[in-house]
T-cell receptor, first 110, second 115 residues
Framework: LAKTTQPISMDSYEGQEVNITCSHN???????ITWYQQFPSQGPRFIIQ???TKVTNEVASLFIPADRKSSTLSLPRVSLSDTAVYYCLVGDPLASKIIFGSGTRLSIRP | SQTIHQWPATLVQPVGSPLSLECTVE??????LYWYRQAAGRGLQLLFY??????ISSEVPQNLSASRPQDRQFILSSKKLLLSDSGFYLC??????????????FGDGTRLSIL
């Protein structure tokens, strides 16, 4: 399983765009990149998933360079409610398990 | 639509007592099921996962065990709790192995405090 490295914490302000980068140097050919959001005392919630290039949905964008050794989660115009821990995961869905790292604690200020 | 139920939401148990946490999934068949534990301020630690009835894989050796008596039921147990078993326990499911590009979906968790 590919190990991921992401910043322990980040701070930003309401209305700003936030980019959280995750490093995964030993990503395997079959691995997908998945991001989750977790609020205190709740289970993680799926945000976005991608394999290569760019993926966008209603809440975020995921940028993956050609070598796939890193990925960037982009949150447009954050609000206070985006304060949470964000996890980057790398793994093969067919492998039946994906390991969570320590995540990035994002704090949004007014 | 699929739903996952996990109970109880909170639990306070004395050291040395037994434990049984239950998780059920509705709206899907033959899901992959997972038990995670999260210590305060830490990431998620995978404890067990199951790809089918009676099939359990253990990720971390400890005094906990898991069972899957039915397709959509996953139980986390202990015969004798330790203080170190305190934490936030999360159950999750994902579509059956073979369906690529499908994320895990989590329950609301059980906060277990050992006294």
């Amino acid at each position: 399983l590919a190990k991921t490295t992401q910043p322990i914490s980040m701070d930003s302000y309401e209305g700003q765009e936030v980019n959280i980068t995750c490093s995964h140097n030993n990503i395997a050919t079959n691995d997908y990149i998945t991001w989750y959001q977790q609020f205190p005392s709740q289970g993680p919630r799926f945000i976005i998933q991608g394999y290569k290039t760019k993926v966008t949905n209603e809440v975020a964008s995921l940028f993956i360079p050609a070598d796939r050794k890193s990925s960037t989660l982009s949150l447009p115009r954050v609000s206070l409610s985006d304060t949470a821990v964000y996890y980057c995961l790398v793994g093969d869905p067919l492998a039946s398990k994906i390991i969570f790292g320590s995540g990035t604690r994002l704090s949004i200020r007014p | 639509s699929q739903t996952i139920h996990q109970w109880p939401a909170t639990l306070v148990q004395p050291v040395g007592s037994p434990l049984s946490l239950e998780c059920t999934v509705e709206g899907t068949s033959n899901p992959n099921l997972y038990w995670y534990r999260q210590a305060a301020g830490r990431g998620l630690q995978l404890l067990f996962y199951s790809v089918g009835i009676g099939q359990i894989s253990s990720e971390v050796p400890q005094n906990l065990s898991a069972s899957r008596p039915q397709d959509r039921q996953f139980i986390l147990s202990s015969k004798k709790l330790l203080l170190s078993d305190s934490g936030f326990y999360l159950c999750a499911w994902s579509p059956p192995t073979g369906q690529r590009n499908q994320p895990q979906h989590f329950g609301d968790g059980t906060r277990l405090s050992i006294l």
